[in-house]
């Protein structure tokens, strides 16, 4: 069965360093994968969606790489700030099953002043 | 601020009681999505629609029935719900169903309460 595994262990970093967050996978050759951010109590809001045949992607402060050969993707959020802590969960969608999105655990980050 | 919205935002409900939770988007996406989530849990998917059609079940009980009356609404109906089934319900969706590198869109969930 298809499997994704976060960072299991919350990641508490200074302001202004980079965060890097990692998505591994297995069981699976995903077309694209996505990132979303969740705070408390709200639904997860989209980040960054990365392809098969993008090596990385960048938004503003954020980055993402994709290495298809190791199953892995890196999340970086570069500057970061205490506004950006929260949980970050990785996404893959399998389209043999009709677009379905199935998420990792996720990753809190903890950005300290 | 999401685009997908559900009401209501807290539901508590007895056993033998029968809710339903609302979701309703504008954005024209014809792939809609009821996904559970517990508490340091993430989102696990229910149920798909694509097209206004049940296109997935991921062999959800059936105290729990998802209806899609149109394009922009898509309803969850509760009956004899058990206290496990507590949790965030959350709505999402997406613009194609039939194509890769769509963005989901979620609403901000209904917190349900079984008592």
């Known amino acids: 069965s298809q499997k994704i595994e976060q960072n299991s262990e919350a990641l508490n970093i200074q302001e202004g360093k980079t965060a890097t967050l990692t998505c591994n996978y297995t069981n699976y050759s995903p077309a694209y994968l996505q990132w979303y951010r969740q705070d408390p109590g709200r639904g997860p809001v989209f980040l960054l969606l990365i392809r098969e045949n993008e090596k990385e992607k960048r938004k503003e402060r954020l980055k993402v790489t994709f290495d298809t050969t190791l199953k892995q993707s890196l999340f970086h959020i570069t500057a970061s700030q205490p506004a950006d802590s929260a949980t970050y969960l990785c996404?893959?969608?399998?389209?043999?099953?009709?677009?379905?999105?199935?998420f990792g655990a996720g990753t809190i980050l903890r950005v300290k002043s | 601020d999401t685009e997908v919205t559900q009401t209501p935002k807290h539901l508590v409900m007895g056993m033998t009681n029968k809710k339903s939770l609302k979701c309703e988007q504008h954005m024209g996406h014809r792939a809609m999505y009821w996904y559970k989530q517990k508490a340091k849990k993430p989102p696990e998917l229910m149920f798909v629609?694509?097209?206004?059609?049940?296109?997935i079940n991921e062999s959800v009980p059936s105290r729990f029935s998802p209806e899609c009356p149109n394009s922009s609404l898509l309803n969850l109906h509760l009956h004899a719900l058990q206290p496990e089934d507590s949790a965030l319900y959350l709505c999402?969706?997406?613009?194609?169903?039939?194509?890769?590198?769509?963005?989901?869109?979620f609403g901000e969930g209904s917190w349900l309460t079984v008592v």
């Open positions: 999402a969706s997406s613009r194609d169903p039939q194509s890769s590198g769509n963005t989901i869109y």
């Open positions: 629609y694509s097209y206004e059609k049940l296109s």
């Open positions: 996404a893959l969608v399998f389209m043999e099953y009709g677009n379905k999105l199935v």
